[in-house]
């Protein structure tokens, strides 16, 4: 009897008291949500989207993303003049701008991040790859030397530019092997992280020297969830104010939800089928149906795709139907192609039947020659979407007399089958697959680069080999004329669309949320007019912008809906009936208990 | 054999275990054809709950929670008999050998055995299923080859008190050699606690299965039970009150498992009249 | 004589460890090759790779890098995670008192609760109430202990917002005393301690339920009766400690299987665990951590069983002779 009064007591002193306290008076907080943590911050060996999320806000590039059309915009950089060849690009630093510590920015720092950081980095080496010096004339000039012209130098130089004076201390081993840097974390952004509480959160305070404008918050936390579905939840409740990332899966939902607001914004990736067009050449080992290697297949193929289906059912509408190699995200130079492959099941037939691909009677698969169209798919367990993706595939071109076979395998068993090598050479063991790409934020080399020559045996996965492309993808990456380059990616999309190494399926969208009685109407950006609320990843421009919400702030958070009452009801009723018929059961034995236990 | 159909058939018990595990298996063979739907076919009905074109609703790729639930069944029995069959197969085979022979054989056998017993099994599960590429099979021998010890041990209890009963040392002394005695003496006389021993396996190893999907160790290419735990878990199922979906396929795991154990206890108070009087 | 049983168990436990030793190394080592673990960069050439087996030791010979490996080992030195670039016993040393205390209370839980439950149920064998209580305690050893943990969370969490779903605390809360994060730890405990607790009560219901039965027919239990002790008292007094005994040993000998279901649960609830570390260490392929948990797990199971036959021996003058 008595402890049973103790324990119910306990419990709800324990409700009672736990809960958390009060926010601290006058300070304005921005409480952002996520599932997992960045590994060590340390921008040598890290690589994951938390981490970029943390030092996008912590650091400053040379040159920033401007977040109305992500070109470039003074960072550590106040100007920059390029040489008449191209080959020489001069910037000149701010006067007086400081670290978070007092230190100075000068152009020490500069060196040290090109020259030593990047090169040594687990993500950032690429960026540099055509610089050949970095002088310092004095401490607000930096000159930069390229082999050719890259374009890169001022549009897409991702390069953090971290303080000399803190990470220099360091030895290379250390930075590349275990180093941890230990806030504050100093940097030159609005906010720095100033107290890492693993498994928790991570705070990030004002930088007293941000060179902008004062943001309205003075602190950002990142809070630790479990997993996406509790951080999703927390901002139901109103414990958090936005979700850099939402789930595909819940964002409908989310949409619906009071004083939620939802967003789904363009974004630089995409998910694509690829297909294997190694050549003798390149990788006379490879493994594949030949006849993925027939243009009209492929042609015929991006015909009989309904890319709007597949964003409806495998993105759940979040995402964009595919145009090409480049997403439209890139406004500076993305032109639609004008060969588009609109769905139009009946010239996929035709297609094929100008190829000679003959219809067979018995299930449907054409063949010409012995060879039949049937393909593997392969797409990678950890991605319901890709997956779902690929059922479509299968079941959109069964009616053209295309069977794709759809092999669910790990990411490892993946890059396995598109990275093996033997005897020294690149040997793919695939016909296709469906994976994503991301890109760079204003720069579209990377993207363009995956189907040139010399990615082959790096980040090429379609082994696509065209000297024509080629030749036009050295010319824009050097070119700095925004018009200019923009008709020779032009072209090259046009080359890509007509070859098809990649079918680009969907446009990836980026997915947040925030709670409209915690926050002010955020601006799109990153780039206007679609673009998302927080420069996710790529700047710090939105989150300066951020600032808490009007007076008018309606309390309390979410409805969960009605189903749960039913189940309490059902569990209710099961437990009455039970207990019910346990007593009637129990008053009628009572008599023979102690009898019982003589025998 | 008719006392097994006594058993089975006669008993409360032994109906209750019979009747369900038909059913399943009845599923697990049938399940595909009689699916209303095709179990993988995605839609935008994403997350809703029971209705009249979905009597169990959907799940977060708009596929029929039913038709997932039905298909499933396979998987669950075929790796559950499947692992059960392997671990018995070895676990009797190092019992039989371990206990028949004796000396330095049976003591290193028995620190095999110790060191599989004592060995927390779903730890080293899933780090053998992690360091594989996951797929059925793997499951399989994952599973068979890591629960073999506790029939090792019963076996081999079994087979120390057979060893010297009076019919074997008359075998031996008419110059009978050790696998005829094996074959013909030890082996029928350790059967039936075999295969009581084997169904109580197939049990755990459905129990195991399920626990493998649900961590993401499962077959990716196929549904089961713990994989439609695993996505309605992962995809977030349980907050927003989507009951349809994760409560049928471990209610599906329990009844499946109570058949069997139920079947299986039966069969071992059978061969081991003294487990009876506990009753 | 006493010694030299402990002694000989004890004994065994080593040689258990040992080749607990000798499999995690294999194990690891030999069938999965670190390095194209640690060079999961996609980029990394040759020369890299070969500068990375030199700094793990991977190009000593095999017997060499055993001794590696155990010396480290018993150094606590346990390699460094992948992916927090933490060394593998920080880690562990973080989740430990967590499961600790997630185990611990489940299980005391259990024991109160099942022994509880075996008396009744012994004492009133045959009734409905014997029988409900046989049902539901088969019931919840059928039932995988996740799936009783997403059933707490659907009831507790969502449909009635009493307890929070996940993690230990309330998160981004800070708290002003000790008291009043503790009562949150107590808050956030209920759901996952109650889904261990199911777990394991089936089990020891029906151990307790018929060791009661046992000791209950004995001949001390008759006498005391019929020296006219009331029987609660006969019962509460003498049946139950000695009925105790089979139950404590069993919930030592069950490690193994609360190792098991510590994983799924602390995954289900976000605890941040060992079983939740290992559950991370499996999504991410972390195999540095993935070893150290299951290190952990086997050494814990491995005392626990001495400890069991230790208790076992000590209490029960039955087994001395033995």
């Known amino acids: 009897m008595r402890a049973r009064a103790l324990v119910a007591l306990a419990i709800v002193w324990a409700i009672a008291a736990a809960a958390p306290a009060?926010?601290?008076?006058?300070?304005?907080?921005?409480?952002?949500?996520?599932a997992q943590e960045p590994q060590t911050l340390s921008p040598?060996?890290?690589?994951?989207?938390?981490?970029?999320?943390?030092?996008s806000i912590n650091y400053d590039l040379l040159v920033n993303f401007s977040p109305k059309d992500l070109g470039p915009t003074p960072g550590v950089a106040e100007s920059w003049k390029i040489s008449p060849d191209k080959k020489t690009v001069t910037f000149k630093l701010f006067e007086g701008h400081k670290w978070s510590d007092g230190q100075p920015i000068t152009s020490k720092d500069v060196k040290y991040s090109l020259e030593t950081f990047a090169p040594n980095s687990l993500l950032f080496p690429s960026y540099v790859e055509n610089v050949t010096s970095v002088e310092t004339p004095d401490d607000l000039t930096v000159i930069v030397k390229t082999k050719q012209p890259d374009a890169r130098i001022v549009g897409g130089l991702f390069v953090y530019i971290l303080p000399e004076h803190v990470w220099g201390k360091q030895s290379l081993k250390s930075l590349k092997g275990s180093f941890r840097p230990k806030p504050p974390i100093v940097?030159?952004?609005?906010?720095?992280?100033?107290?890492?509480?693993?498994?928790?959160?991570?705070?990030?305070?004002?930088?007293?020297?941000?060179?902008?404008?004062?943001?309205?918050?003075d602190e950002v936390q990142w809070i630790k969830y479990g997993n996406d579905d509790a951080v999703e939840r927390a901002l139901t409740l109103g414990e958090i104010d936005l979700v850099p990332e939402v789930q595909q899966a819940t964002f409908a939902r989310l949409k619906k939800a009071r004083n939620i607001e939802a967003v789904s914004s363009t974004s630089p990736s995409f998910t694509q089928l690829t297909f294997n067009l190694c050549n003798e050449e390149n990788c006379p080992d490879a493994k594949f149906n030949p006849a993925v290697q027939d243009v009209k297949v492929r042609q015929a193929v991006a015909y009989a795709i309904d890319r709007k289906r597949i964003n409806e059912i495998a993105s759940r509408g979040t995402a964009f139907e595919g145009h090409g190699l480049l997403p439209d995200y890139y406004k500076a130079f993305y032109t639609q192609p004008s060969e588009d492959y609109a769905l139009d099941v009946d010239r996929a037939n035709q297609l094929l039947d100008e190829a000679g691909w003959e219809p067979n009677d018995d299930g449907g698969v054409r063949a010409k020659g012995g060879q039949k169209l049937s393909f593997d798919l392969f797409v990678r367990s950890e991605s319901p979407a890709n997956i779902q993706a690929a059922r479509l595939v299968r079941e959109m071109t069964a009616?053209?007399?295309?069977?794709?076979?759809?092999?669910?395998?790990?990411?490892?068993?993946?890059?396995?089958?598109?990275?093996?090598?033997?005897?020294?050479?690149?040997?793919?063991?695939?016909?296709?697959?469906?994976?994503?790409?991301?890109?760079?934020?204003?720069?579209?080399?990377?993207?363009?680069?995956?189907?040139?020559?010399?990615?082959?045996?790096?980040?090429?996965?379609?082994?696509?080999?065209?000297?024509?492309?080629?030749?036009?993808?050295?010319?824009?990456?050097?070119?700095?004329?925004?018009?200019?380059?923009?008709?020779?990616?032009?072209?090259?999309?046009?080359?890509?669309?007509?070859?098809?190494?990649?079918?680009?399926?969907?446009v990836d969208s980026a997915l947040q949320a925030y709670r409209t009685d915690k926050l002010a109407k955020p601006k799109r950006v990153c780039p206007e007019p679609d673009?998302?609320?927080?420069?996710?990843?790529?700047?710090?421009?939105?989150?300066?912008?951020?600032?808490p919400a009007g007076a008018?702030?309606?309390?309390?958070?979410?409805?969960?809906?009605?189903?749960?009452?039913?189940?309490?009801?059902?569990?209710?009723?099961?437990?009455?009936?039970?207990?019910?018929?346990?007593?009637?059961?129990?008053?009628?034995?009572a008599g023979r208990e102690a009898v019982e236990l003589e025998q | 054999m008719s006392e097994i159909r006594r058993l089975l058939f006669r008993t409360k018990r032994g109906l209750f275990g019979v009747s369900l595990l038909g059913l399943f298996t009845f599923l697990a063979v049938f399940g595909a054809l009689l699916a209303p739907e095709d179990p993988r076919a995605s839609s935008t009905d994403v997350l809703i709950g029971p209705s009249s074109s979905h009597l169990l609703g959907t799940t977060?790729?708009?596929?029929?929670?039913?038709?997932?639930?039905m298909v499933g069944a396979r998987v669950s029995l075929v790796v559950g008999f499947a692992a059960a069959v392997i671990s018995s197969v070895l676990g009797a085979a190092v019992g039989l050998i371990g206990g028949y022979f004796g000396g330095w054989t049976d003591r290193i056998l028995d620190a095999f055995e110790n060191w599989f017993l004592v060995i927390p099994t779903l730890p080293l599960m899933v780090v053998l299923a992690r360091l594989l590429d996951p797929s059925l099979l793997v499951l399989i021998l994952v599973i068979g080859l890591t629960s073999w010890a506790g029939t090792g041990r019963i076996v081999r209890a079994q087979v120390l008190t057979l060893k010297e009963r009076a019919f074997v040392e008359r075998a031996r002394a008419l110059g009978a050699?050790?696998?005829?005695?094996?074959?013909?003496?030890?082996?029928?006389?350790?059967?039936?606690?075999?295969?009581?021993?084997?169904?109580?396996?197939v049990a755990v190893a459905i129990l195991l299965e399920a626990s493998l999907a649900f961590l993401g160790l499962g077959d990716p290419n196929s549904i089961s039970w713990g994989t439609m735990l695993e996505a309605g878990f992962g995809s977030g199922a349980p907050s927003a009150g989507a009951w349809w979906y994760v409560v049928p396929p471990g209610l599906c795991i329990t009844l499946l498992v109570l058949a069997v154990a139920v079947l299986g206890y039966l069969f071992e108070e059978h061969v081991n009249p003294r487990l009876r009087d506990q009753r | 004589m006493r010694l030299r049983w402990i002694g000989a168990k004890a004994l065994g436990a080593l040689v258990t460890l040992v080749f607990v030793l000798v499999f995690n190394f294999f194990l690891f080592r030999v069938m999965g090759d670190p390095t194209s673990q640690l060079a999961r960069l996609p980029r990394a050439s040759p020369e890299e790779i070969v500068k990375l087996r030199a700094y793990y030791g991977l190009d000593k010979s095999l017997l060499g890098q055993f001794a590696d490996y155990a010396g480290d080992t018993v150094r606590l030195d346990l390699g460094v995670s992948q992916r927090s670039r933490r060394d593998v016993s920080t880690e562990l040393a973080e989740a430990i008192p967590w499961t600790l205390l997630l185990i611990g209370t489940g299980t005391l839980l259990a024991t109160v609760l099942g022994t509880w439950m075996g008396v009744i149920a012994a004492t009133r064998r045959g009734t409905a109430a014997d029988d409900g209580l046989l049902g539901f305690s088969l019931f919840t050893y059928a039932a995988p202990e996740y799936w009783i943990g997403i059933i707490l969370i659907l009831l507790f969490a969502v449909a009635l917002p009493l307890f929070p779903a996940g993690q230990q605390v309330t998160p981004g809360a800070e708290f002003d005393s000790f008291f009043a994060e503790a009562a949150d730890v107590a808050e956030h405990m209920v759901l996952p301690v109650a889904a261990l607790t199911l777990m394991l009560l089936g089990q020891y219901f029906v151990i307790m339920r018929s060791s009661m039965v046992d000791v209950l027919t004995e001949d001390f239990v008759t006498v005391k009766r019929a020296t006219g002790m009331p029987w609660n008292k006969v019962v509460r007094r003498h049946a139950v400690p000695n009925a105790l005994l089979p139950l404590v040993t069993l919930a030592a000998l069950q490690f193994g299987a609360v190792a098991g279901g510590v994983i799924t649960i602390e995954t289900i609830f976000s605890w941040p665990g060992l079983g939740e570390l290992t559950y991370n260490a499996i999504n991410d392929k972390d195999f540095p951590v993935l070893q150290g948990t299951f290190l952990v797990f086997s050494v814990a199971v491995i005392v626990a069983n001495l400890l069991a036959d230790a208790l076992y021996f000590l209490l029960d003058p039955r087994v001395q002779s033995a």
């Not at chain 1, 952004?189 to 991570?202: D, F, H, K, N, W």
């Not at chain 1, 089958?417 to 690149?426: A, H, P």
């Not at chain 1, 749960?564 to 059961?585: E, F, P, Q």
């Open chain 1, 22 to 34: 009060s926010a601290q008076e006058g300070k304005k907080v921005l409480r952002m949500g996520w």
């Open chain 2, 177 to 201: 050699t050790d696998t005829y005695i094996l074959r013909t003496h030890i082996l029928p006389n350790t059967l039936p606690l075999i295969f009581a021993n084997t169904v109580l396996i």
């Open chain 2, 60 to 69: 977060e790729a708009g596929s029929d929670v039913l038709s997932q639930l």
């Open chain 1, 44 to 55: 040598f060996i890290d690589q994951d989207e938390e981490d970029f999320r943390v030092w």
């Open chain 1, 399 to 506: 009616p053209i007399g295309v069977d794709f076979k759809v092999q669910v395998v790990s990411v490892d068993k993946l890059t396995e089958l598109t990275t093996q090598q033997v005897k020294g050479k690149i040997a793919p063991d695939f016909d296709t697959f469906i994976w994503g790409w991301g890109g760079d934020p204003y720069d579209p080399g990377l993207l363009l680069n995956l189907i040139t020559t010399k990615a082959i045996g790096g980040s090429s996965d379609a082994f696509y080999s065209n000297p024509e492309y080629d030749r036009l993808y050295d010319q824009q990456s050097g070119e700095f004329d925004e018009a200019k380059r923009k008709e020779i990616v032009g072209q090259m999309i046009a080359l890509a669309q007509r070859d098809l190494p990649y079918i680009v399926l969907t």
């Open chain 1, 552 to 589: 008018a702030a309606t309390g309390g958070g979410g409805d969960d809906g009605g189903s749960g009452l039913m189940i309490v009801l059902i569990v209710l009723a099961a437990l009455a009936v039970i207990g019910v018929v346990v007593v009637l059961l129990r008053r009628r034995r």
């Open chain 1, 531 to 547: 673009g998302d609320i927080t420069c996710d990843q790529v700047g710090y421009a939105s989150i300066t912008a951020l600032a």
């Open chain 1, 187 to 217: 940097g030159s952004g609005p906010y720095v992280v100033s107290a890492v509480e693993r498994g928790r959160l991570i705070r990030m305070t004002r930088n007293p020297n941000f060179r902008g404008k004062k943001p309205a918050f």
